[in-house]
């Protein structure tokens, strides 16, 4: 008698499922599910699309995350695409290949420059502080001039050159800043003691980076652990920033992070295809009024990356970054102003607008936005590649047994959802179980394929 068990690492990396559409290698196309009425297979064509950026909307627990996720692998086994993860919540520390916890076990100094100049990389961390902290040269000029200036200061102590990117110069952090800060607000106190704008801007300033510069986990005071231009090329990579303080910190960091990588992509030059996916996951105020996305979403496809921004909260994310998105997956909301908000900022029909209260979880209304032909909407139903944990253990010597039972089983409920989805799935199952049964040596994938299409049938009927 023999146990043995599989964990969700194996089936993380394993190949697609049973059911995986032949189309899914061809250029371009990204299986993700299939339409409602007519069951028809839906590919995401990036070469069709205005731009390779989607948008995710939902309520909690519809399936955001899921269709991210099934995205990201579906890009990654068949095309090739790798991915960064900035995820403010948490949810993709055991689904990412690699997995970085900032701020406890991984440390990212955000005062590295990743190959760019210090004074391009403090443009990108101005950002991040107009973002975090509200700080922004109309409201508090004296501030963000003497905080652009610490930050100059702080990179030349080190040795910089502010125009130059040096590789073997240490980088200086968030510590350094503040210690700068402070030095010249004592330096103002004993010599200029009637510079009280100053010295109360300076304070201020000090207040704000204060408690991120000293925190005990030193988020923000130590050398980093991952090398910011590595990033990109280390397969999919989840950046988990739920561990940073507060939610300043992780728009602080998230924001310097996305900044990092826009930039970089649109210096690698233009590209035909997708090279990289940067997704957003809760992390919507990352795409507000003033967010980076912007600009990028209206250049289109050139740089050859794509941007997921998935979230509960519709608000947040500015009407442009909406309008324009190439793709929209909305799953079901509860909040009339928030379906309205999306309905308003995308030309939504009623008819659609009024689905978004009914759907079930695992669907949602898609909505494409093409470059040569009419936008197109239709409901979805995501069709996810099975990365949770399954257990399988057998107690029993017989494999050939054991794996006739679940076949039987697999049949009995493909018969009862055949009319539920699309034939391509139907033929593509019954080769398979007539291919299981034939086999004369069985081995240990036979067992992981029976069980996920068995997984997959439950899914369609709970779902
Ligand atoms: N298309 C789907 N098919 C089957 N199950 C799904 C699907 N989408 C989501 N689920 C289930 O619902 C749960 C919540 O989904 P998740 O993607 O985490 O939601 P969200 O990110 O919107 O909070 C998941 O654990 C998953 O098991
Ligand atoms: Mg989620």
């Known amino acids: ?129 107009e973002t975090a902290f509200g700080l922004n040269p109309k409201d508090s000029p004296l501030q963000y001039i003497l905080l652009q200036e610490f930050l100059e200061e702080a990179y030349r102590r080190k040795g910089f050159d502010l125009d130059k990117y040096s590789e073997n110069i240490e980088t200086p952090t968030l510590l350094d800043v503040y210690e700068i800060a402070k030095e010249k607000y004592e330096q103002l106190e004993k010599k200029y003691k009637r510079s009280e704008g100053m010295k109360s801007s300076i304070e201020s300033l000090m207040a704000k980076i204060r408690f991120y510069a000293l925190h005990g986990s030193g988020a923000f005071s130590r050398k980093s652990t991952i090398r910011l231009d590595e990033i990109t090329s280390k397969g999919i990579i989840n950046l988990d920033l739920s561990k940073l303080p507060d939610e300043k910190a992780r728009i602080f960091v998230g924001m310097s992070i996305l900044e990092y990588l826009i930039d970089r992509m649109r210096k690698e030059g233009e590209y035909k295809g997708i090279k990289l ?78 689905e978004i209260f009914k759907l079930n979880r695992g669907w949602c209304i898609a909505k494409l936005n093409f470059s040569e032909e009419q936008s197109n909407t239709f409901i979805l139903r995501v069709d996810p590649i099975i990365y949770r944990r399954v257990k399988v253990i057998f107690e029993e010597p017989n494999l050939k047994e054991i794996l006739m039972r679940k076949i039987e089983e697999a049949e009995k409920l493909l018969e009862e959802i055949a009319d539920k989805i699309p034939e391509e799935h139907r033929n593509n199952a019954v080769d398979l179980l007539s291919r299981l049964k034939s086999k004369d040596k069985i081995d240990f994938s036979d067992f992981i394929a029976i069980n996920r299409l068995i997984e997959e049938f439950r899914d369609i009927i709970n779902v």
């Open 1 to 129: 008698m023999q146990a043995r068990k599989v964990f969700s690492k194996d089936l993380t990396r394993a190949p697609p499922t049973a059911v995986e559409p032949k189309q899914s290698i061809l250029k371009g196309k990204v299986y993700l599910g299939w339409t409602k009425y007519q069951h028809k297979l839906f590919f995401w064509d990036w070469e069709k699309l205005v731009n390779p950026h989607m948008v995710v909307f939902g309520m909690s627990g519809q399936g955001k995350s899921t269709l991210v996720k099934t995205f990201l692998e579906r890009c990654k086994i068949f095309h090739r695409i790798n991915a960064v993860i900035i995820d403010f919540s948490g949810e993709y520390s055991d689904y990412a290949e690699h997995n970085l916890q900032l701020g406890s076990k991984d440390f990212l100094n955000i005062m590295d420059l990743g190959g760019l100049a210090p004074r391009e990389r403090i443009e990108q961390l101005m950002h991040g502080f």
């Open 277 to 354: 996916v940067i997704v957003l996951d809760e992390a919507h105020k990352l795409a507000g009024e003033n967010s980076p996305l912007i600009p990028l979403i209206k250049e289109g496809r050139k740089y050859g990356f794509a941007v997921v921004v998935s979230t509960q909260d519709v608000p947040d994310v500015s009407r442009k970054v909406i309008s324009n998105a190439g793709s929209l997956f909305i799953f079901k909301l509860q909040d009339y102003e928030q379906a309205e908000y999306i309905a308003k900022s995308t030309n939504m029909s009623q008819h659609f607008m009024n």
